[in-house]
């Protein structure tokens, strides 16, 4: 039992000396986390709507092609996508049109987040279009409203009161998935700890620095889940 | 020449001729029910004259004027067709009643919207605004609900909510207020409150054309009561004569099946 404690009393006094260090490179690595997934939700979120209009399209091809392209990003790991969309370019092509270092990487991988996120995004925001009951398209219509204010004015917000839940849930997901761009290199808040296995700044063989990145991951998915646990509660004022 | 006429109207969906060629008029001021069994085509009608569906055929004239012509509807501009489609309030069977907005916003949302194209809006704003709120709480008072105008609709029952669909139609002063099956989707007990309201209208003679299947009630407040089948009308007539005394076989069959 005294051998436990002591060995537990080492661990945190090598701990407490590190701290520091990796504090500040987890903080380092997480601001690029946090880049990614800002980027991948200014781009996927106008973007999903396209897709979403491609795929209700009346002209068939268009239709057929958004749906299919949506499949194969649906149906496959986004950790290839990312590999295939980083790799695909100087391999094959022999042109890496995404530049060197971690410029390069990180423009690749927000490619990859967009364009996954955004067919994720595209059937949420289908759902939501077609939650709205068609009566009131009509009763827009025979009150004399135009196209452009039955959609703002009358669909709008109860498509938003729709996809609030389902939208929540794949940000909150998007926040954990950032971490796959560590598959390429990009350095993120999980290849920030996992540094400290192979040595960085004087400190190698820790693990614990990369445990510790889940206290990131927890403390920013708890803020968002508070954030829109609001938003919900502001619409939950109508029932559709 | 009459107040409203329909001439012609036919509609088909695919291969189904739901409309074939119906002739119908009405004079202002005058109550009219449709009556017929489900599929009969009445709904259909109903959304032809008021322009959420296309007839493929025919004309309709609201005083002399036609506000559809199948022949030249392509030509139109859209805001033109609204404006014609205004000649017409419509009453929904499932209210449709816009959920995120209180009930006196609903009906203020369209006439507002619609106050924006008069040429001295930006001059005369404040007044605009404030007549069609006075309008509001005017129309409110008469369908009986002045205490319920910040609730929203799904704090209402079914009953108070067509209340406010019937307010919000009129408050576009409509020449024809059209209503289809109003009282079909509330419960029994509720269905007395809205039907009332539609009395107080005819009083009022408001020119009304209502799709129905509350006979009672269509014997009592109706002028004309215009019985279809097939997508014809097949009997009209003042509603005495026409439940004490139907001449076709189908309206005899149809009211033997209806309770009075």
Known sequence: MAEFWSSLVAFFERLSGQFPIVFQALNSGFLQTLKLFAVTLLGAIPLGLIIAFGSMSRFAPLKGLTRFVVWIVRGSPLMIQLLIVYYFPGMVLKNNWWGSGETGRFLAASFAFIINYACYFSEIYRSGIQAVPVGQQEAGQVLGLTGGQIFFRVKLLQMIKHIVPPMTNEIITLVKDTSLARIIALQEVIWAGQAFMKGRSGISGELWPLFFTAVYYLVFSGLLTVLFSRLEKKLSYFRT | ?260
């Not at chain 2, 959420?52 to 030249?72: H, K, M, S, T, W």
Request: aromatic share 6%; glycine share 6%.
């Open chain 2, 1 to 260: 020449m009459a107040y409203f006429e329909v001439n012609g109207v036919s509609k088909s969906f695919g291969s189904n001729r739901v409309l074939r060629g119906v002739d119908f008029s009405m004079e202002k001021g005058e109550v009219v029910s449709i009556i017929g069994s489900s599929g009969s085509g009445k709904t259909t009608l109903l959304r032809c004259i008021t322009q959420l569906e296309q007839a493929d055929e025919g004309r309709i004239l609201v005083e002399g004027e036609p506000v559809f012509d199948a022949a030249e509807t392509k030509r139109l501009s859209k805001e033109e067709k609204r404006r014609r489609q205004l000649n017409f309030g419509l009453v929904f069977q499932q209210f449709n009643l816009f959920p995120q907005y209180s009930v006196l916003d609903n009906l203020m949302l369209a006439p507002r919207l619609r106050a924006k194209k008069e040429p001295d809006f930006s001059k005369r704003r404040e007044e605009l605004l404030a007549e069609i709120k006075e309008k509001a709480r005017a129309i409110l008072e008469q369908v009986g609900l002045t205490e319920k105008a910040k609730q929203y609709p799904c704090e209402l029952s079914g009953g108070q909510q067509q209340r406010v669909a019937i307010a919000r139609a009129l408050m576009l002063s409509p020449k024809i207020l059209c209503f289809d099956e109003p009282t079909s989707a509330l419960d029994p007990e509720l269905t007395g409150e809205v039907l009332q309201v539609l009395k107080n209208l005819a009083k009022e003679h408001i020119t009304m054309m209502i799709v129905t299947h509350e006979m009672k009630f269509a014997r009592e407040v109706s002028d004309k009561v215009v019985f279809m089948a097939d997508g014809v009308i097949a009997e009209e007539g003042d509603p005495e004569t026409l439940f004490q005394n139907p001449r076709s076989p189908r309206l005899k069959a149809f009211l033997a099946n209806t309770t009075l």
